[in-house]
């Protein structure tokens, strides 16, 4: 009686481990290695459906890119301090209550590592 209740808790065991495994993260061929903060962070900044910074801003090698904000370009002379992109970003409002830029951060549209991610890449720019 006793047996058929070990293999069906050591097959339980293994069944467990495999779906562990399963569930780890995969990288594709594609992403090769894990992508550095910059490169996620350009990957939401020109992502349409997430950051969507195209819209309104010509940046990097981005394609279709909008006109009614500046161009994203010598970000770090522009902002010398990091934090204060970040916070433009997180809400423009602050500094211009008649800006059209969303506030990323305060209507939630960005997480906060989405927000970090950003700033990270637009601060290459």
């Known amino acids: 009686m006793r047996q058929p209740i070990?293999?069906?808790?050591?097959?339980?065991?293994v069944a467990a481990v495999l779906s562990g495994l399963a569930w780890s993260p995969v990288v594709t061929?594609?992403?090769?290695?894990?992508?550095?903060?910059?490169?996620?962070g350009k990957k939401i900044a020109v992502d349409r459906k997430k950051g969507n910074c195209l819209a309104c801003h010509k940046m990097g090698d981005?394609?279709?890119p909008g006109n009614i904000g500046p161009p994203l370009v010598?970000?770090?002379a522009r902002f010398p301090?990091?934090?204060?992109?970040?916070?433009?970003?997180?809400?423009a409002t602050k500094r211009n209550p008649n800006t059209m830029m969303p506030p990323f951060g305060r209507h939630g549209i960005l997480s906060e590592d989405e927000?970090?991610?950003?700033?990270?890449?637009?601060?290459?720019?």
């Open 62 to 64: 981005g394609t279709l």
């Open 6 to 13: 070990a293999k069906l808790v050591a097959a339980s065991a």
């Open 115 to 125: 927000i970090d991610k950003v700033v990270e890449y637009v601060y290459t720019l």
């Open 81 to 91: 301090d990091k934090a204060k992109l970040r916070a433009q970003i997180w809400d």
């Open 74 to 76: 010598g970000m770090q």
């Open 29 to 40: 061929a594609e992403e090769g290695m894990a992508m550095s903060a910059v490169e996620q």
